[in-house]
């Protein structure tokens, strides 16, 4: 969207950008802006969070396993807490168990495999693991780069410098 904006010379402004990517998918507008953000609502409503992960290292594993979004949220039970966003300016290692994914448990119980692959990461060294919105991708943040072990032909993964 912002690339045809841009080519098209559109001029649309960053909030009809919004308007559209939102009408795209409910977690679209996330990716208009290349700067930490927290999801809230439908993942439409965006808030900006003052995040700095320099030195450490982002491993990324997609495993290639289909988990369906609306039955995800059909089986999710949101806390209703409401996230402190000063946790993100204290040790990644200490986000673990605050900054929590409500998709986890309906997707976990349904791809029971997910949810080791994220203990697989912890217990690879991640400061802080996750799956990635309603699935099925999984990350590790690590404060070394990890080895990237080897995974099965229908895995992809990377490792990137954050």
């Given at each position: ?9 559109l ?23 290349n ?75 349904l ?18 693991a ?33």
């Amino acid at each position: 969207m912002l690339l045809l904006n841009k080519l098209l010379e559109l001029g649309l402004a960053p909030e009809e950008l919004h308007t559209l990517a939102a009408e795209l998918g409910s977690d679209c507008p996330f990716f208009l802006k290349n700067e930490p953000q927290l999801a809230e609502g439908r993942g439409e409503k965006l808030r900006p969070v003052t995040l700095d992960l320099n030195g450490y290292w982002l491993l990324l594993v997609a495993p290639g396993i289909h988990a369906p979004t609306p039955q995800a949220y059909m089986q999710c039970k949101p806390t209703g807490q409401e996230l402190d966003l000063k946790i993100f300016k204290q040790p990644v290692s200490t986000w673990q168990n605050v900054v929590l994914n409500d998709l986890e448990p309906p997707v976990f119980s349904l791809h029971p495999e997910l949810a080791h692959l994220k203990k697989e990461l912890l217990d690879l060294g991640a400061a802080y693991a996750s799956m990635s919105g309603s699935g099925s991708s999984v990350y590790g943040i690590f404060s070394e780069k990890p080895v990237l072990r080897k995974y099965p032909p229908t895995y992809r993964s990377w490792i990137l410098p954050l």
